[in-house]
């Protein structure tokens, strides 16, 4: 009785702690990024990507200082019975925060394609129907009196219907990889030199990043929930949810640095003196429409860039249709005719006017 009790009490510390380590690791690192996240997030524009980074940066780590105090607090029975599933309502608050971010970068990827849209929403709406689902067979782990901890597990034996929630998250996140690598390389291979290729290599990179790294730790909450005891199953339930939310904070920050990043090639203008012929010579680079136009007016964004800011606009490529309006500077006016020259050198565009 004694050795079992100890090994309960071994175990349980083992799962207070790398919570709790889980927990400090997000804040160190959102202390780590403060200084960029204000420089790309808080000095820009605001739009509803700024909302979902609010949502994914701050609500993850308010709301495990809570579950990381029952842990420790010495709750009774019936306060932990109501209070034990907030872990995982947190989680589908935070799994639906993260599935609309990456549902808006396949979005932006896909040149706004609404097929894409209609499937991954539908299948995060699957993800979060599972999670629910799974989540009504959690109960409180029963401890020894002489342990304290308010610790969600499976009713059912060894959680076969609990572990659902991260089988349903490995498909999801499996299926975005998958989709965004796809459409990355095949940009990639089609794009010319001047395109936004330091976007595409920041998309790709940062999607097997993440890839590798939430779906590793998703496979072993499953074998833990499968195989492990009790009193450990969900030990690594608390770390897979805050390193899922560190990860899309990252990729949030590079995606921001890389649109702020990009500037004009080449901006050369020729004219003649006032009252004779002119031609204006506009050197254009071309690059992505992710890029921050800090000077553009309020009147000219969509309905849809004031929603989801630059995590929706599509990525343009040197083999994109542009709009010839947006060749023309922002005073240009009156009636001209235009002449589109072939480049001159890899990611220019000469676009000639004469008036």
Same mark, same amino acid.
């Given at each position: 009785?004694a ?5 309960a009490?071994?175990h ?7 919570s709790l380590?889980?927990c400090?690791m997000?804040?160190?690192?959102i202390?780590l990024t403060f200084g ?6 808080? %000095?820009q524009?605001?739009?509803g ?9 701050y ?6 200082i809570?579950?990381i105090v &029952? ?5 009774? %029975?019936n306060?932990?019975s109501?209070?034990?599933?907030y872990?995982?309502?947190?989680k ?6 993260i599935?609309v971010?990456f549902?808006?970068r ?6 706004r394609?609404?097929y894409?849209?209609?499937f991954f ?5 699957v993800?979060l ?5 799974a989540f009504t067979d959690?109960t409180?782990l029963t401890?020894?009196?002489? =342990?304290v901890g308010c610790? =969600?597990?499976?009713? &059912?034996s060894?959680?076969d219907?609990?572990v659902?929630?991260?089988v !349903?998250e490995l498909v999801f996140d499996?299926a975005?990889?998958?989709?965004t690598?796809?459409r990355?390389?095949? =940009?990639y291979?089609?794009?010319?030199a001047g !395109?936004a290729?330091? =976007? ?5 990179? $940062?999607g097997?990043m993440?890839?590798a ?9 499953v074998?833990l929930?499968?195989?492990a005891?009790a009193d450990? %199953?969900a ?5 897979s949810t805050?390193?899922?939310s ?7 920050l590079n995606l921001?640095r ?12 020729i004219s003649?003196?006032a009252?004779g ?8 680079p ?10 553009r007016?309020?009147?000219?964004r ?8 630059n995590l ?8 994109d249709?542009?709009? $010839?309006d947006?060749l023309l500077?922002?005073g240009?006016e009156?009636?001209?005719t235009?002449?589109?020259?072939n480049?001159?050198?890899?990611g220019?565009m000469v ?5």
């Amino acid at each position: 009785m004694a050795e079992d009790l100890a090994t309960a009490a071994e175990h349980l510390m083992a799962a207070k702690m790398f919570s709790l380590a889980s927990c400090v690791m997000l804040f160190y690192d959102i202390v780590l990024t403060f200084g960029d996240e204000v420089e790309k997030i808080w %000095k820009q524009r605001f739009t509803g990507a700024t909302v979902l980074w609010c949502l994914n940066r701050y609500l993850s780590p308010l709301g495990y200082i809570v579950i990381i105090v &029952s842990f420790h607090a010495p709750w009774p %029975k019936n306060v932990c019975s109501h209070y034990v599933l907030y872990p995982e309502i947190l989680k589908i608050f935070t799994a639906s925060v993260i599935g609309v971010i990456f549902i808006l970068r396949l979005y932006s990827i896909y040149s706004r394609n609404t097929y894409v849209l209609l499937f991954f929403t539908t299948l995060l709406m699957v993800e979060l129907g599972v999670k629910i689902w799974a989540f009504t067979d959690g109960t409180m782990l029963t401890l020894p009196p002489e =342990l304290v901890g308010c610790i =969600l597990v499976g009713k &059912s034996s060894v959680g076969d219907r609990f572990v659902y929630t991260w089988v !349903a998250e490995l498909v999801f996140d499996t299926a975005v990889f998958l989709a965004t690598f796809y459409r990355a390389v095949f =940009l990639y291979r089609t794009a010319e030199a001047g !395109a936004a290729l330091g =976007l595409l290599r920041i998309i790709m990179r $940062d999607g097997v990043m993440y890839f590798a790294a939430i779906f590793a730790s998703n496979l072993v909450t499953v074998l833990l929930f499968v195989s492990a005891p009790a009193d450990l %199953k969900a030990v690594n339930a608390s770390f897979s949810t805050l390193i899922t939310s560190l990860m899309v904070s990252r990729l949030m920050l590079n995606l921001r640095r890389e649109a702020l990043r990009r500037k004009p090639i080449l901006d050369f203008r020729i004219s003649s003196q006032a009252g004779g012929w002119g031609n204006e010579a506009r050197f254009e680079p071309m690059t992505s429409s992710w890029a921050l136009e800090p000077e553009r007016t309020t009147t000219s964004r969509t309905f849809g860039d004031s929603l989801i800011g630059n995590l929706g606009a599509s990525v343009t490529t040197w083999g994109d249709n542009d709009d $010839d309006d947006t060749l023309l500077g922002p005073g240009d006016e009156g009636p001209r005719t235009e002449l589109e020259l072939n480049p001159v050198r890899s990611g220019v565009m000469v676009h000639v006017t004469e008036e």
